[in-house]
């Protein structure tokens, strides 16, 4: 097989990242945009000695999985990639790709609970990160990038998204608007010239809506961007919290370097459900929580329900952000401490923690990567939960783990080949149990794992 050779092949299965599997010859053949059970014409971007990428030019056989995408920007917007392939076959791929990521980068043989989708297919998020751009000034979701294109693709002014809510519609259609009327341009990374950059809004279970801008760091604006929210929370009740920050990196983040000017009460809380009971949560505009309200629910039921939770288990919750999963577990366990980078984060859990009545938890801020300074001496704990960034465990997490020695590891991560890794790193001291996808994000590739590790000799 080489490169630009035409071949037809039946899509078997579908890989992490979202490109079809076929067998062409015993090779493996990843195909782009084709999906499980169609038999489709391909031709080869990239041939080598054991597995060979392609792009679908046309479907000869439909997939039985396959359906009517609901969004008129399908195919164009970057946000969805499978809204055409039925949800119980998206979670059923999900599902086998944890396993077969287990299997071949972590060497075990994981045992795999039911898989846990989504309470919600469509409207599910509660936040949002849009990206300004162009002279006319886009703002929306970046579109797909083609086969074989490289970096991030253009900025589709979005219109219609069926990933979140009408009330974070309307707040975005708002913006659009007014940033327009304002006359000022988007940031541009490459000149670093431009003044909109990001806009994030967040709409949480309890109705409260927050619109965070982020702007470069041109001072002589800011004025311009507090007008803006103010006259926003007038046109729109609904906005609860209007914050400006500006950002002086020319690196694509959505991330407030600096708070230039709050309305508002500057956060939103939310709200899950844990069985008969609620935990509440304060959420700060660069804080970390899940973007699934009832999918947060549901997987960190899942990491209750594997782990070895007692009145008098010590928990060790790293990687806490604002506290979500470590406040979870709180009302039944004896204590929980938490680690976390980002300080504003912490600040958050200490409210959150004060706000619920739970008086067992303690929470600090400073970097595991690093080595966090008590993190060594601390007394030990009988589990630890672990939901590190797509990256992983840090070394010197690992190295943390494998010293303090708790009976149970539970680890949380949204990439499975990083959790792999990571599995097979603790491997010499901690068996694999079991391991369960529980899918937040309905229609995109990605895909949440809870996986519980015992350790050998308990």
Not at 7 to 31: K, P
Not at 144 to 172: F, I, N, W, Y
Not at 226 to 249: C, K, N, Q, W, Y
Request: proline letters at 5%.
């Amino acid at each position: 097989m080489q490169k630009d050779d035409i071949i037809e092949c039946d899509i078997e299965s579908l890989a992490f990242g979202g490109a079809g599997v076929a067998r062409v010859d015993g090779m493996a053949v990843f195909v782009q945009a084709a999906l499980p059970g169609q038999r489709v014409q391909a031709r080869v971007t990239r041939a080598k000695k054991r597995f060979a990428e392609a792009v679908a030019m046309q479907t000869l056989r439909p997939s039985p999985h396959q359906v009517q995408p609901v969004c008129p920007h399908y195919g164009e917007c970057g946000g969805c990639a499978m809204q055409d392939l039925d949800y119980a076959e998206q979670l059923r791929q999900k599902a086998r790709q944890v396993e077969d990521t287990l299997r071949r980068i972590g060497r075990v043989e994981p045992v795999m609970s039911e898989p846990v989708g989504s309470p919600h297919v469509f409207h599910y998020r509660n936040k949002m990160e849009f990206a300004f751009e162009g002279e006319e000034l886009r703002l929306g979701l970046r579109k797909r990038l083609l086969p074989g294109q490289k970096g991030q693709g253009d900025v589709l002014d979005l219109e219609e998204c069926h990933l979140c809510s009408e009330a974070t519609m309307t707040a975005l259609a708002a913006v659009r608007r007014a940033c327009r009327e304002s006359g000022l341009p988007a940031y541009d990374p490459r000149s670093g010239r431009g003044y909109w950059r990001h806009c994030i809004i967040r709409h949480t279970s309890l109705d409260q809506v927050m619109v965070h801008l982020i702007t470069s760091d041109e001072a002589r604006h800011h004025e311009t961007a507090a007008e803006l929210g103010d006259g926003l929370r007038l046109e729109i009740p609904s906005i609860t919290s209007f914050v400006h920050s500006s950002r002086r990196s020319r690196r694509t983040l959505a991330f407030g370097e600096r708070v230039e000017y709050t309305a508002g009460q500057g956060y939103v809380e939310e709200c899950l459900n844990r069985g008969e009971t609620e935990v509440r949560y304060r959420i700060s505009p660069n804080s970390f929580f899940q973007t699934n309200t009832e999918g947060a629910s549901a997987l960190f039921g899942a990491v209750l329900e594997m782990g070895a939770f007692s009145g008098e288990s010590a928990v060790l919750d790293l990687y806490c952000g604002a506290g979500g999963i470590g406040l979870f577990l709180a009302p039944g366990v004896r204590r929980v401490q938490g680690f976390e980078l980002s300080e504003e984060s912490v600040e958050d859990a200490r409210v959150n923690a004060r706000m619920n009545s739970f008086h067992n938890c303690e929470f600090h801020a400073g970097s595991l990567e690093g080595g966090l300074r008590g993190l060594e001496d601390m007394p030990r704990p009988d589990i630890i939960v672990c939901d590190p960034p797509r990256s992983g465990m840090h070394d010197e997490v690992v190295r943390a783990i494998l010293r303090l020695g708790p009976d149970q590891v539970v680890a949380v991560s949204c990439d499975p080949s990083t959790l792999a890794r990571d599995v097979n790193r603790l491997s010499d001291a901690y068996a694999l149990v079991r391991a369960r996808a529980v899918d937040m994000f309905p229609h995109t590739h990605h895909v949440e794992t809870v996986a519980l590790l015992q350790k050998r000799n308990s």
